[in-house]
C-alpha cells in the first residue's frame, strides 16, 4: 500500500515525519507463521531489502545502515522504517527520501534527489517490494543468519563510537561490538563490560 502524502505521519517514538509529494510512503504487512523467526527482527529484513534497493543507484560504500534500520546515505539519514503489530501480523512502514527532506530536524538528512537520483514513488516500490519478497524469504527459509550477515556488511563496522538513547530517556555511550543472535546491539562500555540493546535510538558519535 503506497500513499502520495500522509496528513498524520509518524516516526519512531511518535516523532513527526514530513511528507511532501514525491517522496515513498509505503506499508507493507507480514502475516506471521508459526516456524518463523522472532517477529522483531523484521526490522533488520526491511533495512537489508531497504539498502539493496537504494544501493542499485549508488557505488560501494555511500549507503549504510544503522542500528536497528536507519539508512544513510553519504552519513545522512535518507528513510525511516517503522513496525507495528497487530494480532498476528507486522505493519511495515516506509518512508524514504527520494525528491525531498527535511532540514529542521535534530540529525542531518538527505534524499536521493540531492546526490543527482532522479526517480519516483512508483518505480522505487516495485524495486523495494521484489527486494523485501527476497529477503523475506531468506528470513523465512534460513532464519536471521543471513540477513544479520548482510546487515553487518552494510553497516557502521565494529569500533564505531555510538549513543544509545533507550525508551527511558537514559543515554548508554560506547563502542558497536556486533549483533546477537537475535538481531539485538551489543555495545561495549568504557570499562569494558558489554549492554544489549533491545530497543532504542542510536546516533554516531
Not at 526490522?43 to 531489502?49: C, D, E, H, Q, T
Amino acid at each position: 500500500m503506497r500513499a502520495e502524502r500522509q496528513t498524520a505521519g509518524r516516526g519512531r517514538q511518535s516523532r513527526v515525519w514530513q511528507s511532501p509529494a514525491g517522496n515513498l510512503y509505503a506499508s507493507t504487512l507480514v502475516r506471521l507463521r508459526p516456524a518463523d523467526p522472532t517477529p522483531a527482527t523484521l526490522a533488520l529484513v526491511a533495512a537489508v531489502a531497504l539498502e539493496e534497493a537504494v544501493s542499485a543507484y549508488f557505488g560501494a560504500g555511500q549507503v549504510q545502515l544503522k542500528w536497528p534500520n536507519d539508512l544513510l546515505l553519504s552519513g545522512a539519514k535518507l528513510s525511516g522504517i517503522l513496525l507495528e503489530r497487530s494480532g498476528d501480523a507486522i505493519v511495515i512502514g516506509f518512508g524514504v527520501n527520494l525528491a525531498h527532506h527535511p532540514t529542521d530536524v535534530d540529525r542531518v538528512t538527505t534524499s536521493l534527489a540531492a546526490h543527482g537520483v532522479a526517480t519516483n514513488p512508483d518505480d522505487f516500490i516495485v524495486t523495494l517490494a521484489e527486494c523485501f519478497a527476497r529477503w523475506l524469504a531468506r528470513w523465512r527459509g534460513e532464519g536471521l543468519a543471513p540477513i544479520r550477515d548482510r546487515w553487518t556488511a552494510c553497516a557502521h563496522p565494529a569500533g564505531t563510537a555510538l549513543t544509545a538513547r533507550l525508551p527511558d530517556g537514559s543515554a548508554i555511550d560506547g563502542i558497536f561490538d556486533r549483533l546477537n543472535g537475535d538481531g539485538a546491539l551489543i555495545l561495549r562500555l568504557a570499562d569494558g563490560t558489554q549492554r544489549v540493546i533491545h530497543a532504542g535510538d542510536v546516533f554516531l558519535i
